[in-house]
């Protein structure tokens, strides 16, 4: 079973009366424990790419299947249920909530998971640990500097040991 597989997957944007091509019948596969690098000038789509196999936007045409799964079928709340359980994002703009400290934070998508109280707290100090930021795990995302906070969305995502990582 591949992790993920697209099948010409196109991505248009209407912008005004004009058409903006994103993606063009791109298909490819992903196993499980496979590290994939994309890479491309600016505006070349690896961020459509990345959002519509995040499951965070929608493809114009095209199938995705995750984990055999045909994601295109899929309604918004079964995606959300989808992405909640196998996927770790690391938003380029962090995406930090500024009314959580750190530590709830990267504590959250372990309740979305259900993850019981005693189990979250162990995988919360975990990763601080890892990290090395306990010591931060009492701040909000004000009170840090863009590269803390890009570590944390990072702890975030790595929290959750999706199968994947993004
Ligand atoms: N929301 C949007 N509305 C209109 N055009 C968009 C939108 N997002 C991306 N595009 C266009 O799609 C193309 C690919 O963009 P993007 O996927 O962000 O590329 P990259 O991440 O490789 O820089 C670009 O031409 C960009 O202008
Ligand atoms: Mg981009």
Redesign the pocket.
Known sequence: MNLIHLQQIS?R???GGET?H??REVSLEIQRGEYVAIM????????????IIGMLDDASEGEYYFLDKGVHTLKEKQRSQLYKQYIGFVFQAYHLIDELTVYENIETPLIYQNVKSSERQAMVADILDRFQIVGKKGLFPTQLSGGQQQLVGIARATAKRAPLMM
């Not at 491309?40 to 959002?51: D, F, I, M, V």
Request: glycine share 16%; charged share 10%.
């Open positions: 991505r944007y209407q912008m903006v994103a993606l491309g000038p600016s505006g070349s789509g690896k961020s459509s790419l990345l959002n």
